[in-house]
């Protein structure tokens, strides 16, 4: 293609200009790539909704360096075809779909034009109920269908009105449930009317639940597991939840429901369980980087059957720049009732912060009751043993002392409400955690203070797949004697990532002579981010912290905050969102620098 440039240029002729053509006119022993392609004429769906109809694609920007993806005239037309249909099931049953391709050097534009008329309308919808059971808003007045009179005529919206109309029937004791829909639309007029047939069966209860499957493993911790109890009304949530936690024992690779007969009783539902266990140890090995703890490594070996009753059993040992710990847990589930759980807990540690180094050991035993699906509270105790050391004078001068070693001993407690949809990246609900702690002499502790700690998380969807996320964070503690009688580990920090970006770790608040934080003992902090997906797996967002600590108990520093602002990008994984946000600090700490980079994995609030 070169030489035929070149000898168009020396004869003083034009390279050959593009030219339309049909898909049917194509020379078949030609390879052809795709180009561009432009839509014009969509009004109400986005040129991302259409070209997600499409299998012909164009070679994205930022993968300027691949080859560009070959064009085939048949799955073109597929592809149009694909877009009226798109219409169709979206109400528009007028929409006419043309295109006109143009070659330039065997590359093939493509313009598709759309005209998309006028949409069908719902005129009615019927829902009659063939059986014992009461109709729909008698067993819950807010259910509503996902079409009604005067909505555009949507056919995923149509099916999915039978699904509802099932699980809400098999919610309230009808285990036999089905469901028939029927619509007719008509083109000309532009109207459709839709009916629904509810045929109930029999109202049943939960009948007795057998387990299949189980080889090494009790059936009476599959059945320990299940939400619902025999005589019980049916409710297919149950069965749902049930599975879910028989899935968090990490025992079984598959785990399935079936309802029964009973010829004896129409009204009892017999369950049967069926299972496939899996190897009852795990053994990982964990590799990760972040901007402040840079590289860590970790390894965690988990039994989660140990010595049976669902008993788990969890060394894990890390290793960072910042933090590293050996840890030794044992879970002992059900242990007053269903809703209790005891952890017993060993751990060493090791913190090498710019103020302070510490290696510590400690005992923590905690007990958790699950009082709602949404609401855990937890009770424990915290046996310590503290030793820091890298200590400048300047420093433990301008905190007002520091107790170098001693036992830490006292009662802790906290209260987690919880009712978000994805714990990766959650789209709506909140987050609200209480912490409390103390300690005494009374209570065997070298040290005197309390401790209380609340923070909540908010997640609103705002349409056109924008999320809004805030967060608020308030500290306060005080000692019962001098301030030495805290723990510079339990000091208020902040700065960095997971607290205010635009910052270093730490890098708020007074700092001393040797330009060390000091950090408090009254504590705010807040943020403020718009997440939102942009192209692929490529998330982007915009963020807004501000945070400060303050040296005097029960003072809330709002009139001192420092800022930090900048937009992020993110790309989704099955383990989380992968991040990099970039901070820029609204006053820069004495000898940091103007903007900050983050990298970490997981939506951190």
Sequence with gaps: ???????????????????????????????????????????????????????????????????????????????????????????????????????????????????????????????????????????????????????????NAYESGETQLMDLYMRHGYARARVERRAQVFVGPRKAYIWYSVRTGNYGVFGRTTVLGTRKISPQLVLRELTYKRGQMFDSTKLA??????????????????????????????????????????VNLGLGYNTESQFNVGVQWDNYNFIGGGRRLSFLAQYSNVVSTVD??????????????????????????????????????????????????????????????????????????????????????????????????????????????????????????????????????????????????????????????????ERFYSGGEGSVRGYGLRRIGPLSLANQPLGGVSLVEGSLELRRPLFWKINGSLFFDCGQVSTHSYRVPVDALQCGFGPGLGLSTPVGPVLIDLGMPTKTPRGDNHWQVYFSIGQWF
Excluded at 51 to 56: C, G, H, K, L, R
Excluded at 429 to 435: D, L, Q
């Design 1 to 155: 293609m070169l030489m035929r440039l070149l000898l168009a240029v020396g004869l003083g002729l034009s390279p050959a200009p593009a030219y339309a053509a049909a898909l049917g006119t194509l020379d078949s022993a030609a390879h052809y790539q795709v180009g561009a392609i432009t839509i014009t004429g969509n009004q109400h769906f986005s040129d991302a909704d259409l070209s997600a109809v499409m299998q012909t694609k164009t070679r994205p920007a930022y993968e300027f360096w691949k080859r560009r993806p070959a064009f085939n005239p048949v799955r073109f037309k597929g592809d149009v075809g694909q877009i009226r249909q798109f219409y169709r099931v979206h109400g528009y049953y007028d929409a006419r779909v043309s295109y006109r391709l143009t070659i330039e050097h065997q590359l093939v534009n493509a313009k598709i034009s759309i005209n998309e008329g006028e949409p069908v309308k719902v005129s009615s919808v019927e829902v009659s109920v063939k059986g014992p059971g009461p109709p729909p808003r008698s067993l819950e007045p807010s259910f509503k269908l996902p079409l009604k009179q005067g909505d555009i005529f949507n056919q």
């Design 241 to 282: 939840e049930s599975r879910t936690k028989i899935v968090g024992l990490n025992l079984f690779r598959a785990v399935e429901f079936i309802p029964q007969t009973n010829p004896a009783d129409p009204h009892v539902v017999p369950i049967e369980i069926k299972v496939q266990e899996k190897p009852k140890r795990s």
């Design 328 to 489: 030794l847990k044992l879970l002992q589930p059900f242990l007053f009732s269903e809703q209790s759980t005891f952890v017993a807990e060993a751990n060493l540690w090791q913190e090498v912060y710019q103020t302070y180094s510490l290696n510590a050991a400690q005992i923590e035993p905690h007990l958790s009751y699950q009082f709602l699906p949404q609401l855990t509270g937890t009770v424990g105790w915290r046996l310590a043993d503290l030793r820091f050391y890298s200590l400048n004078p300047q420093t433990i001068d301008a905190i007002g002392g520091v107790r170098r070693q001693g036992i830490l001993s006292g009662p802790f407690g906290q209260l987690v409400w919880n009712n978000t949809e994805d714990p990766f990246n959650p789209q709506h609900g909140e987050i609200a955690t209480f912490y409390a702690s103390t300690a005494s002499h009374v209570l065997g502790s070298d040290y005197r203070y309390w401790r209380a700690l609340g923070e909540i998380r908010k997640y609103h969807l705002l349409g056109w797949q924008t999320v809004l996320a805030e967060r608020l964070k308030l500290g306060f503690e005080h000692s019962y004697g001098s301030i030495r009688d805290i723990p510079l580990s």
